[in-house]
């Protein structure tokens, strides 16, 4: 599966931005998918997840309340709806696809085998 993410871009603190990340060449609707994200000389870490048919979602506690991941899988889109962000949500977001259908979402980056290429939000105060 080839996975573009778009969507990002420069924004304000306390402003919004929407990725989204569209799948193609292989089965969408059936994975999890997720997102992640990397800060300049940071580790990659775990965004948020939605299972298959979007019943099971998982959150980083920093992006609770603020964040929304959805999919719509005639689309074979997944989306990230980011809400009152602040400088440190500044990073690379990249977009994932679970190892096997049918999975439950998961933190662990392990369990994704395919990513798109990243895009870059960027948070100024």
């Known amino acids: 599966v080839q996975l573009q993410a778009f969507g990002g871009g420069l924004v304000q603190a306390g402003g919004s931005l929407r990725l989204s990340c569209a799948a193609s060449?292989?089965?969408?609707?059936?994975?999890?998918m997720g997102w992640f994200r990397q800060a300049p000389g940071k580790e990659r870490e775990f965004v948020a997840a939605i299972g298959w048919s979007g019943e099971r979602i998982k959150y980083e506690e920093s992006v609770k309340g603020r964040f929304a991941i959805s999919r719509e899988n005639d689309k074979n889109t997944v989306y990230l709806q980011m809400n009152s962000l602040n400088i440190e949500d500044t990073a690379i977001y990249f977009c994932?696809?679970?190892?096997?259908?049918?999975?439950?979402?998961?933190?662990?980056?392990?369990?994704?085998?395919?990513w798109g290429q990243g895009t870059l939000v960027t948070v100024s105060s």
């Open positions: 994932a696809r679970g190892s096997s259908p049918y999975g439950v979402p998961s933190r662990n980056a392990d369990q994704y085998d395919s």
């Open positions: 060449g292989s089965t969408f609707s059936t994975y999890v």
